[in-house]
C-alpha cells in the first residue's frame, strides 16, 4: 500500500508544532520514531495489525497505544500517530522518522552526518572534519561514526546529499575500471 505523502507531511507538521522549538523534546521523539519504524518495518505481526482491515480499530488503537506509551512519546503525538490508525493511513509509520528528521533538520538548519572509517577516528580529527564541512555545506552537522574494516583505509563522509569517499576500497575499484578499459 502506498504512503499518503501529503497525509504523512500534514501529520509531522502538526508534531513540530506540538512540540515547538524544543531541540531536546525534538531529538528525543525523533529518536523514538525512528525506533517505530524500524519495529514497524521488522514486526509483521505488528505492521499486519496496523494495516488489516478485518481488525477492530479498537484493538488496534489498544495495540497501538501499548508500543507508543513504550516508546515514552508526548500525548499530543500519540494522538497523531493514532489519527492515522482512525484514517487508514498507519502504513506512514515506515516513513515517518525519515519526514520527521528532514523536517527538523529544515528547522534548525542541521544536517545528519556519518563518517565511516576503516580505523578509529579521535575526537580532534572528527572536529576538524566537521568544521570543515559546515563551512562548506553552511549547516550544522551532527555526525555519527562508524568503523567498517571493508573500507581497508580512508573514510566515507557524509552529510545531507553531500559525500565524499576517500577510502583505499573506493580508490581501487576505481583503478580496477580504469585498468579493465583497456
Same mark, same amino acid.
Given at each position: ?6 497525509? +504523512? ?9 506540538? +512540540? ?38 479498537? =484493538?488496534?488503537?489498544? !495495540? ?8 515514552? +512519546? ?6 497523531? $500517530?493514532?489519527?492515522?490508525?482512525? /484514517? ?5 509509520? &515506515?516513513?515517518?522518522? &525519515?519526514?520527521?528528521?528532514? =523536517?527538523?533538520?529544515?528547522?534548525? *538548519?542541521?544536517?545528519?552526518? /556519518?563518517?565511516?572509517? *576503516?580505523?578509529?577516528?579521535? /575526537? ?12 562548506? $555545506? ?16 580512508? *573514510?566515507? $563522509?557524509? !552529510?545531507?546529499?553531500? $559525500? ?19
Amino acid at each position: 500500500m502506498k504512503v499518503d505523502k501529503k497525509f +504523512l507531511k500534514n501529520i509531522v507538521k502538526k508534531i513540530i508544532k506540538v +512540540l515547538g522549538n524544543d531541540e531536546e523534546k525534538l531529538s528525543n521523539t525523533s529518536k523514538a520514531l525512528d525506533v517505530l519504524s524500524l519495529f514497524y518495518k521488522s514486526n509483521s505481526n505488528f505492521r499486519n495489525l496496523v494495516l488489516s482491515p478485518t481488525v477492530s480499530l479498537e =484493538e488496534k488503537e489498544k !495495540a497501538i497505544l501499548k508500543v507508543l506509551t513504550t516508546l515514552n +512519546l508526548p500525548e499530543e503525538v500519540k494522538s497523531l $500517530i493514532l489519527l492515522s490508525i482512525r /484514517e487508514n493511513k498507519g502504513n506512514i509509520i &515506515k516513513e515517518l522518522n &525519515k519526514a520527521f528528521r528532514f =523536517e527538523v533538520e529544515k528547522f534548525f *538548519a542541521t544536517v545528519q552526518g /556519518e563518517v565511516i572509517t *576503516a580505523h578509529p577516528i579521535d /575526537e580532534s580529527l572528527l572536529n576538524e572534519i566537521k568544521a570543515s564541512l559546515e563551512s562548506k $555545506i553552511g549547516k550544522k552537522i551532527e555526525f555519527t561514526v562508524k568503523e567498517d574494516k571493508s573500507l581497508i583505509g580512508g *573514510a566515507v $563522509i557524509k !552529510a545531507g546529499s553531500y $559525500i565524499l569517499d576517500t577510502s583505499v576500497r573506493n580508490y581501487l575499484k576505481q583503478l580496477e575500471r580504469t585498468l579493465t578499459r583497456f
